[in-house]
């Protein structure tokens, strides 16, 4: 066996020490020194065993995707798993991923060997999940351990097709004296899956934690070393979860699936156009439509703002699902361009139902939920707004119009405003009305414009 020792070294310049410093003698940068194992492996020369090859020669019949208990989940990752990929899987506490996870594992042991690694319950906890969700997953190889080496060991000895190992953050392996989580041990165990899933072929899934900002906990590599990267998303409180890829070395990453979550476990919905709108009929003041496109899907949204005094000297802005900076960049729009004043106004605005996205067609609604709130109207017909603003106050084109407008007709909406598009744009279904200014927009479909 090699030989391994220990050594520091600080991210930010390079600096390398025999044992941990909190604040980096070279840079002064704090917390940025990180553990790396060597190995003492001989130096001696042996010819490689690799060589290149033609891309003619190369036979990938062994890369095809494997589906999963569900469509939409393989949609997300472009088509189902592709052999001796690794993908994480990351989300809040309690979205659900074990969920998920076992929901897969259950249905791929039906026909291959799937083996599932709990670093964070007992395999009773897993076993109870099974039973409450129905899953007889009679031939899943169920096992609780904390410890890569023995992972590896046992996982080397039983070879099965896919491995699960819920959490990365929660295993650690021997050689590293920092404990599990740490963004050493996250890492270095990282590195060592990857070498297994890739050597052995074993189509492995990591589950990740993420921090208090939404970000996957550990260190940035983690996602660069793994093949796909999905999220797991949604409000702990409401029933509705998002899936979807942030990065996919095997397919696109714009597609996302919805599930609900039921006792019976996660049941996909293929049609989420109109979940993410609330319950109420009538129309009041600071609530608006808008039709996002992610990947093959075209969702109804419906943005809230509520605008009130302040009693702070800095006015508190909030996104809730949103993007924070174009949050701003429209409030400044509006007060540049049309004139109102929200220098004393606190403003709330939130994507309803748990949902999150940055997509600029959503500019539209965002500005009309805060004029309908600040004016205290409402638009004059059922309508959805569609299309991003400009810094000149400019409404800019999108993409995929039709499909929106289809969507809107769907769910039985009576007006849509649209960017200009060029040429005239009609339809029985629905009005369309084509704008090019936000001013315009404010006029023409809330039902009083005074003090505008
Ligand atoms: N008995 C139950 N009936 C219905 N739903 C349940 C039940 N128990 C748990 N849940 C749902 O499952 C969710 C927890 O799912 P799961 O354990 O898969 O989450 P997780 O993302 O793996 O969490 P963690 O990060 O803590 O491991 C709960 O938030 C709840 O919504
Ligand atoms: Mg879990």
Not at 124 to 144: I, S
Not at 279 to 288: C, H, I, L, M, R
């Amino acid at each position: 066996m090699s030989k391994t020792t220990s050594k520091w070294t600080c991210q930010e310049c390079g600096y390398i020490s025999p044992s941990y410093l909190g604040k980096c003698p070279e840079c002064n940068s704090w917390s940025t020194l990180i553990e790396e194992v060597t190995s003492k492996k001989s130096t001696k020369l042996s010819p490689s065993e690799n060589s290149f090859l033609t891309t003619s020669s190369i036979d990938i019949e062994n890369l095809q995707r494997i589906k999963s208990f569900d469509k939409e989940l393989d949609n997300v990752l472009g088509g189902g798993f592709v052999n001796g990929s690794l993908v994480l899987l990351a989300g809040e506490p309690g979205i659900g991923k074990s969920t998920i996870l076992l929901q897969v594992a259950d249905h791929l042991s039906n026909k291959s060997k799937v083996a599932y690694v709990t670093a964070e319950e007992s395999i009773y906890q897993v076993k109870l999940r099974a039973q409450r969700l129905n899953l007889p997953g009679e031939n899943l190889l169920l096992l609780a351990e904390n410890n890569l080496e023995t992972i590896i060991e046992l996982i080397e000895r039983e070879k099965p097709q896919f491995l699960i190992i819920d959490s990365i953050q929660a295993i650690y392996h021997p050689e590293l004296e920092s404990s599990a989580g740490n963004v050493s041990q996250v890492r270095e165990c990282a590195n060592k899956i990857l070498h297994l899933a890739k050597s052995k072929n074993i189509t492995t899934i990591l589950v990740g934690h993420v921090n208090k900002e939404g970000l996957i906990a550990g260190p940035k590599v983690l996602e660069h070393i793994v093949d796909t990267v999905l999220y797991f998303e949604g409000e702990k409180f409401h029933n509705f979860r998002v899936l979807r890829a942030t990065k996919n070395r095997f397919g696109c990453t714009n597609e996302l699936s919805v599930f609900e979550m039921k006792d019976s476990g996660l049941v996909p919905i293929s049609n989420p156009s109109f979940l993410f709108m609330s319950q109420s009929k009538e129309a009041v003041p600071g609530s608006t439509y808008s039709a996002i496109v992610e990947g093959s899907k075209t969702i109804i949204a419906e943005v809230q703002a509520l605008v009130g005094g302040t009693s702070y000297t800095t006015p508190r802005r909030v996104a809730n699902g949103l993007d924070y900076n174009r949050v701003l960049q429209i409030i400044a729009i509006l007060e540049r361009r049309v004139g109102f004043n929200f220098s004393k106004h606190d403003l709330f605005v939130n994507l309803v139902g748990g949902l999150s996205s940055y997509e600029p067609a959503l500019d539209l609604s965002i500005a009309m939920s805060i004029v309908s709130c600040k004016q205290d109207v409402i638009p004059s017909k059922k309508t959805v707004f569609i299309g991003e603003i400009g810094l000149t106050g400019e409404i800019r084109q999108v993409n995929q119009i039709e499909n929106r407008i289809k969507e809107c007709i769907k769910l039985g909406f009576e007006r849509v405003v649209i960017p200009d598009m060029g040429a005239k744009m009609q339809n029985s279904k629905i009005e369309i009305l084509q704008t090019k200014k936000i001013l315009d927009v404010i006029r023409h479909s809330l039902t009083t414009t005074q003090n505008v």
